[in-house]
């Protein structure tokens, strides 16, 4: 089992200008983190190439798969194949299987702007849906995956491939407190400073919640992950502790 | 009136572990569009100091108005602060004011967790709630506004500042369409060729929507929005349209 890190680079004009909340970014973050992959970053950008280019090359440097959301269709606001291509410096060519289904679909209409639906850069590995009917091919470069922004089509695209990124699994312990930060703070910077590979995280509520303080232990070792939960635990007065998960 | 552009830096671990999903981001991006401002890109990184500084750097060089969403607090998660102040080569110093209310409010169980929550970057601007009660400052330094990670909270102190940041309005259109993608296509391409400052998208729908395709033309200036949009659906055949907004 490898330990997996990913980032996502979301593409869209749509989203920055509020007219869609963007519904990718937080199914692939679900997705990664039960796979067991760390999501490192997610950029959302505009429909413009330089700063696609610019994003992936980023994402690249920080993660071992990047995830693209967005921008591949038919039309002028649809870049993000041009901008893939454009980061690992490689030309732009039909693929003949998906040339010869729009043919086969769209017959004498199939015009210049249905032809794009075939662009790949070139060496792009193209995933097609194993189901009978028709399909689309998830495109991967490398190891970026480019996937449509129709939250609809995103999911099953990614699904096809889900299983090649699955890594050691996360292990997660969770305390409700009754306690607000201020009086958790040092105890937390115990339990940080004794298991440096346990991702402690402190998140206070201040509505009617039924507790102040939730605080989440993460980590690829279980008995670490547990024992940096039962330190904290022990450092704190009776009735603190309302709840473990 | 001015053209202003902003970035948002998603500070937390929460979100890229799916344990949250953050609603900063669109919350920002839609009040941001309503004031006229153009949201430029939004970052989603960790509660670590150097990825909070490269984003805060990267969209300083890409946007007028920088906003950060969370990271604030008193514990060892809450990083924000010490990022700001790097990024902008500054000390970190204790706000007499804030130090006074937290004294007043904690008395003598103030400990040196709570007084992080006077910290701030050396020059920044604290803006308090105008209303009775407690209240905690939003900090400013700059152009980078600092706002807390808790929605409400965010939510509220964004809108003491809110007027500050209107810009000329954006118009917007959006024309619904019988046609899909492909067979709109060139004359999209029309219209972005001869309306170059109204952005145009093109997002067409694959489920049970009445629709096949939604076009949407936006800019500052009413008239060419609403010229950009009469030639495009000038150029469909009848029947295309099946109503604008």
Same mark, same amino acid.
């Given at each position: ?13 749509e989203?920055?200008s509020a007219k869609v ?7 692939? &973050?679900?997705? %990664? ?16 190439? +330089? ?6 090359? !980023?994402? %690249? ?23 893939? #291509? ?18 086969? !679909? ?10 794009? %639906? ?18 689309? +091919? ?16 995103? !999911? ?33 910077? &115990? ?39 039962? %330190? ?5 007065? #009776? ?7």
């Amino acid at each position: 089992m490898i330990v997996s890190t990913a980032a996502i680079v979301v593409i869209g004009n749509e989203v920055l200008s509020a007219k869609v909340t963007d519904e990718n970014g937080p199914f692939l &973050a679900s997705e %990664l983190r039960a796979l067991g992959v760390e999501l490192r970053r997610i950029e959302t950008v505009p429909d413009e190439i +330089p700063l696609i280019v610019d994003a992936l090359k !980023r994402c %690249l440097g920080a993660a071992q798969w990047v995830f693209t959301s967005g921008g591949i269709g038919p039309t002028h606001d649809d870049v993000t194949i041009a901008a893939v #291509a454009q980061a690992f410096d490689r030309e732009i060519v039909a693929d003949e299987k998906t040339l010869a289904l729009l043919r086969a !679909r769209h017959g004498d209409k199939l015009n210049p702007a249905l032809r794009r %639906l075939a662009e790949i850069p070139r060496g792009a590995t193209l995933t097609w849906d194993p189901g009978p009917g028709p399909s689309y +091919p998830v495109l991967s470069l490398e190891n970026v995956v480019i996937l449509p922004g129709v939250p609809s089509l995103l !999911r099953e695209g990614f699904l096809r491939l889900r299983d090649r990124f699955r890594a050691q699994p996360f292990y997660a312990r969770a305390v409700f407190l009754s306690l607000g930060e201020g009086a958790i703070a040092e105890h937390l910077d &115990a339990a940080v400073a004794r298991y440096p590979t346990v991702a402690i995280g402190s998140y206070p509520r201040f509505d009617e919640a039924d507790y102040r303080v939730k605080v989440t232990f993460d980590g690829r070792a279980e008995a670490d992950v547990t024992a940096a939960a039962a %330190l904290f635990c022990a450092r704190l007065p #009776a009735g603190a502790v309302l709840r473990q998960e």
